[in-house]
């Protein structure tokens, strides 16, 4: 899954001297992220365990003269240019540069005096692999820009600012999940997140010290309906909260669920608010394991909400469901599709010395189905997004 060409920060440097002929100023990163558990349950006002990944974007970058931001990427080739009338209003910078204008739109909105910058950007975070590439172009900027002019801005305010970024300027409905991890996440840790007020807890997550890692699995499945199923599950919930008399599916407890369920006329109504409501208590669950040091326990959890998701919110296709039971059968302790849904990646808890002999299981499942050939890679929690020279 990660780029085979070289160091992803050496070749947002060389990006940098190549276009402009100079020596960046400073080189800013920032990771993917998975979410360990708790899926669907950010729009509800629930619970969410992500972690950072050590997939990383990374922005080279030095000041220009005026308010004037030019951008390469490596993905594309491309070198964009825009000013401060392309930034005063959303729609005026379109396709991968308007992540990089929405930062700088989002601080400017705020109040910030953006300094004029020019950037090289190069990533190993995949796309559309539901690894939050986007967060994390918007957090390798968001951390450019602040250092370059100096500006201040407290760590648990830019998730928020680079959400509105998404949100607003880019127009893609994104959660508050995705740009906490890449902002606010710590190595060994995963960041347990109530979406409801935000508040962040680090909770130890020492794969190896267990001997133990997290293998991302790439299913390489394209997203199938994507937008409109998550809008129509969603909608759901919202109309589930709404007749039984509550905020938000998270103010209905597991002791409460079958109540509530009673009080429900539709069947899938039911399915969808019997994830939400089982899968922040799986979070809950997760977090007091983790807490006692407990890391191989998790996974029946984490195979617990896969179930839950493939049976109940019905999100998961054939590629995610093959992956899972294929690396199940390996051995791994626990696996479980992360994401919102309808394709991206599984992620199993696995013995650190097995995770090539489960990758290889998963790989010859999908021979045997037909399916395209996944990506596989094990990983520790990585630290979020932060300057590294």
């Not at 997550?205 to 299913?219: E, K, P, Q, Y």
Request: aromatic residues 6%; contains cysteine.
């Amino acid at each position: 899954m990660t780029n085979p060409t070289g160091d992803v920060a050496e070749r947002a440097t060389a990006g940098f001297q190549r276009e402009y002929g100079t020596e960046p100023a400073g080189r800013w990163a920032a990771p993917g992220r998975v979410n360990l558990i708790g899926e669907h349950t950010d729009y509800n006002d629930g619970f969410v365990l992500p972690f950072a990944l050590p997939l990383r974007t990374v922005a080279a970058a030095d000041r220009q003269d005026g308010e004037r931001w030019t951008v390469w990427s490596e993905l594309s080739g491309e070198t964009i240019t825009f000013g401060a009338d392309e930034v005063a209003e959303p729609g005026q910078v379109t396709g991968w540069g308007a992540y990089v204008a929405g930062v700088v739109w989002a601080l400017r909105e705020a109040g910030h005096p953006v300094p004029g910058a020019r950037l090289a950007i190069a990533s190993d975070v995949p796309l559309g692999s539901g690894l939050s590439s986007s967060a994390a172009l918007e957090a390798a900027v968001l951390a450019a820009l602040l250092d370059l002019g100096g500006l201040e801005l407290p760590a648990e305010r830019q998730p928020r600012l680079a959400q509105r970024a998404e949100n607003v300027y880019v127009g893609a409905p994104t959660g508050i999940m995705d740009q906490s991890a890449v902002i606010r996440c710590r190595a060994g840790h995963a960041l347990f997140l109530d979406c409801r007020d935000e508040s962040v807890e680090h909770i130890p997550f020492d794969l190896d010290a267990a001997g133990l890692a997290v293998l991302v699995i790439d299913s390489r499945a394209p997203h199938r309906h994507a937008d409109g199923e998550y809008a129509a599950r969603r909608k759901s919930c919202e109309a589930a909260a709404e007749a039984l008399g509550v905020p938000a599916l998270r103010d209905v407890s597991v002791d409460q669920l079958d109540a509530a369920l009673a009080r429900l006329d539709d069947e899938e109504t039911r399915r969808r608010v019997r994830h939400v409501v089982t899968e922040d208590q799986r979070v809950l669950d997760t977090v007091a394991l983790l807490r006692a040091g407990r890391v191989r326990d998790i996974g029946p959890l984490l195979t617990a909400s896969h179930v839950s998701m493939r049976d109940d919110f019905e999100i998961t296709v054939p590629e995610i469901d093959t992956a899972v039971e294929a690396a199940l059968a390996a051995g791994a302790l626990g696996a479980r599709m992360t994401g919102g849904g309808f394709g991206g990646c599984v992620l199993a808890l696995v013995h650190a010395d097995r995770a090539d002999a489960v990758a290889d299981a998963v790989t010859a499942a999908y021979a045997e189905r037909g399916f395209t050939a996944p990506g596989t890679v094990p990983v520790l929690p990585a630290p979020g997004a932060t300057r590294l020279d």
